[in-house]
Each structure stands twice: as C-alpha cells, then as structure tokens.
C-alpha cells in the first residue's frame, strides 16, 4: 500500500448522517487524530443543519455526485443505506478518494465484487469495511489468543447479537434497504467467526427465524430473532443469533470453543463493573445499544483506517473478507426463505 499523505491531516467527508452517521461525525470532528471532517453530504436538511451547526463543518451537500466531486476532501467515509454502499464506494475511489464503507459492503456479490475491481484498479487508495468488532479490545485479545494456539484448533464459534426491544420498531422502515437481520446483525458474527476460525471457506448454511413481537417484518421477507448454521470446510461450524427484541438491553457475545479450551466474549452485556446487592437481590446494569458496547472500538475502527490512508499502518481487514461475509450472509438468507439448507 501507498502513502497518499502521510504528513499532514486528511480531510475527510462524510455521506450519511443518520444514527450512525451522527456518532462517527461526532467522533471524526472533535476525537480522531490526524484528520479534519471538513464535508458533509445528506439528503436530509435537518441531518445538513445538524453537522453545520453541531459540527460546525461549512461544506454541506445535498446531493451526493457534488459532494464525491469536491477536490477539497481525500477521505470519503460511507455512512449511508447498504444499498447505496456499492455505487457510492466506486464513485468515491474513481474520484480518487480513500473510502471508509460501514458493513456490510454490498446486499449481493455483483456488486461486491464490482467494488472489488475497481478497488484493484486504484492502488493507492485504502477501501474498508467497517467491521467494528475486530478493532475491540476484548475481541482483539480473544483473536491474539486464539492464533496463538492458546484453546488448541478452534472448531465452533456460537455468536450473538442481540438487541433490546425497539417498541417503535426503526428496524422495520429500515428492513427495505438493511438486507434482513443477518446481513445487517449476523454479518459482524460471520466476519468474527471466519476471523477467529482462520478464514476458512464456507460450504452450506442453514437459517430459521420467528417474528416475537414485529410481525410487520414478515412483509419484508424477515424476522426478529434469526438462527443460523454455517459450516466450514474442514469440520469448523458457526452457529449464530441475531435477536431485535431482547428485554434487557443489548447483548453481544462470542464464544470460540477449541480442542484445548474456550473463549467468552461479552456474557452478561453489564454497562459497568458495579455488581449491585440489596433486598431485590444482586444485579448489575445492562448496555442499552451497540454503539455504548463499541463506542471505543469504533474509534480504534476510525484511527486504524485514517493510519492506512496516511500510510503508517497497512490493514489486516480486506475486501475480500467482506465480500466472504456478504456470501455467508446471502446463503442464510436464502435458507430464511427456502427452510432447506442452501450451498455457500
Ligand atoms: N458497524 C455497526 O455496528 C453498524 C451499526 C449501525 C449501522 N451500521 C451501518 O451503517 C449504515 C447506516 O445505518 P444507520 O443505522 O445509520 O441508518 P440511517 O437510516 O439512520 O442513516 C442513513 C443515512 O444516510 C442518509 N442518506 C440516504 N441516502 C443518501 C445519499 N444518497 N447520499 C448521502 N446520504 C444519504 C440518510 O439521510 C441518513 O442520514 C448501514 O449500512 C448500516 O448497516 C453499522
């Protein structure tokens, strides 16, 4: 990989600023080094007033080609409906820009696979996928001790994401354009289990789900709590869960079980390290969504992408792991809707 600047601050813009969108440009303006967000780029007027007053970031676009033309940004970070994520990402490198992308890359693989052609094409440019959970402390100890032979060879990984119960139901308006919940929950749980089982291929996967509490979702073809089976070349399996309707809070958890021993990630979703006692009994509190789990990984996730633009740290996480997640992904859909196992 190229260095494109590696002394001086990038500039950065950033397309999409709707519930994630807000946090990373919160992050990107006032916590993240070596970098300016300079650039805004919204369909939305309201979203637009945000950044300019909020962020206080003076180039403001409504439309995306002009903001993609703007020769005063070097980084374009993607923050926008997966569905837009391929066209966006291959006009931002053919502008010449290094492009952040949020998971998953793309909904089908024409379209990951254009992205990666194109990325190919350019080089010089860094292209990443935001695959939040590499870049957690936890799960970057659980991985180093997983490669280092620490639980033997690592044969299952049996992984959750868990929401709590949204009663507005954002997910629902969201269901058109995210993919279903395992491309839009579950793929964080493929691209761990491929990374902490040595990134083997993925032969056939099975899925079932059930609607708990949004029967709404059933109109989009997807459910609120999701089941599936991977299984891998050479034995390895993964069984995942994805739930939009926990009580409790959110609850991320991995578990990487191995021929010498196993790794827990995440139990017990606890907010803090205060355990409570009294007369109601011992508890502790819970987190309330993904980004209070991963707010720091998410800008560990920032700096290790601004290093790889500014050429002092070459990425681990490529395309094609993303595009491996999306199939993964794309296959347990297909059992959703088929109720048979379907081939990788
Ligand atoms: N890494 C994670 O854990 C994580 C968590 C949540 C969401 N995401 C991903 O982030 C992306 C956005 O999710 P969200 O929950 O913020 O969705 P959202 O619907 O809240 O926000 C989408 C934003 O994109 C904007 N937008 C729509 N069309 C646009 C266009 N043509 N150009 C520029 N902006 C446009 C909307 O105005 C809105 O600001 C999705 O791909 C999702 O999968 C990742």
Redesign the pocket.
């Known amino acids: 990989m190229a260095t494109a600047q590696p002394l001086q601050n990038l500039r950065i813009g950033i397309?999409?600023?709707?519930?994630?969108?807000q946090r990373h440009a919160e992050a990107l303006a006032f916590r993240t080094r070596h970098c300016s967000l300079v650039a805004a780029?919204?369909?939305?007027a309201s979203?637009r007033a945000f950044a300019g007053e909020q962020l206080g970031i003076g180039r403001l676009y409504e439309d995306?080609d002009a903001f993609i033309a703007d020769p005063e940004i070097d980084v374009v970070v993607l923050?926008?409906?997966?569905s837009?994520?391929a066209n966006q990402a291959i006009a931002a490198l053919e502008a010449g820009k290094h492009v952040f992308i949020?998971?998953?890359l793309a909904l089908n693989l024409a379209d990951c696979e254009r992205v990666l052609a194109v990325a190919e094409k350019h080089p010089q440019q860094v292209a990443m996928v935001?695959f939040?959970r590499r870049f957690d402390p936890s799960y970057l100890a659980a991985q180093a001790s997983v490669a280092a032979g620490e639980i033997g060879k690592p044969f299952l990984v049996r992984s959750q994401t868990c929401d709590q119960n949204d009663p507005e139901g954002f997910f629902v308006r969201?269901a058109p354009t995210?993919g279903g919940i395992f491309m839009?929950c579950s793929v964080?749980d493929i691209d761990l289990a491929r990374w902490m089982l040595g990134r083997p291929k993925a032969l056939r996967a099975f899925a079932t789900g059930t609607n708990a509490l949004h029967p709404a979702l059933a109109e989009f073809g997807d459910v609120d709590n999701g089941l599936a089976v991977v299984e891998f070349e050479g034995g390895a399996k993964a069984v995942l869960y994805a739930s939009r309707t926990m009580a409790h809070g959110h609850e991320t958890s991995t578990e990487i079980i191995g021929t010498a021993g196993k790794l827990l990630v995440g139990e017990h979703a606890a907010r803090d390290r205060i355990v409570r006692s009294d007369s109601l009994g011992v508890r502790h509190a819970v987190l309330g969504d993904?980004y209070e789990r991963?707010e720091a990984a998410f800008a560990a996730e920032m700096a290790a992408f601004v290093a790889a633009c500014r050429g002092v740290q070459p990425l681990t996480l490529t395309l094609s792991d993303a595009l491996e997640a999306t199939r993964i992904g794309l296959a347990i859909a297909r059992s959703l809707r088929s109720g048979m196992p379907e081939a990788v």
């Open positions: 397309a999409g600023l709707g519930r994630l969108g780029c919204s369909p939305v979203e995306f923050v926008t409906p997966t837009l994520h949020e998971k998953p935001g939040v969201f995210s839009d964080h993904f991963f």
